[in-house]
């Protein structure tokens, strides 16, 4: 079992950048595949990034492809997404979770965490 809470979330202005944290407690994420996904008010829950448990592989929605990286330390138990360039339409509460095969399946993964809300204003 494994618990996950995010951090990092909060208000920005367009532009900005923000570093969401992902820390992992109850075992070791060293052989989980992560995933960040969102969901905005009356919309569903989106992929946004995935990342294999070597780290070695990323995957990113279109909508974020070229701002948004992941990433995962190990030795923090911690994954994270670096959000650059933001924008109003990235506003949502983004949610991280820990899986055995990185995907854009929402159901694919195992463990959720609580979410971190993201308000980007123009």
């Given amino acids: 079992q ?6 990092g979330g ?7 950048s923000l570093r ?3 820390a992992a407690s109850g075992r070791t ?13 009356g919309k569903e829950r989106e992929f946004v990034a995935s990342i294999s448990w070597s780290a070695i592989t990323t995957d990113y929605a279109n909508s974020v492809k070229g701002r948004f990286t992941i990433s ?16 109003p339409e990235d506003t949502a509460v983004y949610y991280c979770t820990a ?3 990185p995907t854009r399946d929402k159901d694919g ?11 980007v204003s123009s």
């Fill in 2 to 7: 494994v618990q996950l809470v995010e951090s």
């Fill in 10 to 16: 909060g208000p920005v202005q367009a532009g900005g």
């Fill in 20 to 22: 969401l944290s992902c």
């Fill in 29 to 41: 994420i060293r052989s989980d595949a992560m995933g960040w996904f969102r969901q905005a008010p």
């Fill in 72 to 87: 995962k330390d190990n030795a923090k138990n911690t994954a994270y997404l670096q959000m650059n360039s933001l924008k």
């Fill in 99 to 101: 899986g055995v095969t």
């Fill in 109 to 119: 993964y195992d463990y959720w965490g609580q979410g971190t809300q993201v308000t």
